[in-house]
């Protein structure tokens, strides 16, 4: 997706988004920390991105991808805007009709009338031959 002629790229994003670059024959991902960087751009080259948190509003994140020519002359950029989606699992830990997000039960089980713990109930009929 490089312009023609590009032959070395950066990375701007926002603070709520982390972003790697990993190389082809590289085991590790190089992080993204500091706008200025620029790394050539070689065929295999991967950029990773991704939030650890949800966003407070639709596309309040973005990447930036700057492309270079050679002597660091800047051709195009593209970008991408992003929006975390927070998903949870919540349940009635307690068994008590009330779903709670920070249920101490939630990690643990115990049988009977008295115990604690999500209860599931799986469909395992044939609905498909």
């Excluded at 972003?19 to 751009?41: I, K, M, N």
């Excluded at 051709?75 to 920070?102: M, P, W």
Aim: glycine share 12%; aromatic share 8%; proline share 5%.
């Amino acid at each position: 997706a490089a312009p023609a002629g590009a032959v070395a790229f950066g990375v701007k994003h926002t603070e709520g988004v982390s972003v790697d670059v990993l190389f082809r024959g590289h085991a590790e991902p190089e992080a993204v920390s500091s706008a200025g960087t620029q790394w050539p751009l070689d065929e295999g080259t991967v950029l990773r991105f991704s939030m650890s948190r949800a966003s407070s509003e639709v596309n309040d994140n973005k990447v930036t991808v700057s492309f270079y020519a050679e002597g660091g002359k800047p051709i195009n950029q593209a970008g991408v805007f992003l929006t975390g989606v927070g998903i949870s699992l919540d349940v009635d830990a307690d068994r008590d009709g009330v779903v709670e997000k920070n249920s101490p039960n939630k990690a643990s089980w115990a049988w009977g009338p008295e115990g604690h713990g999500a209860i599931l109930l799986v469909s395992c009929d044939k609905e498909f031959p």
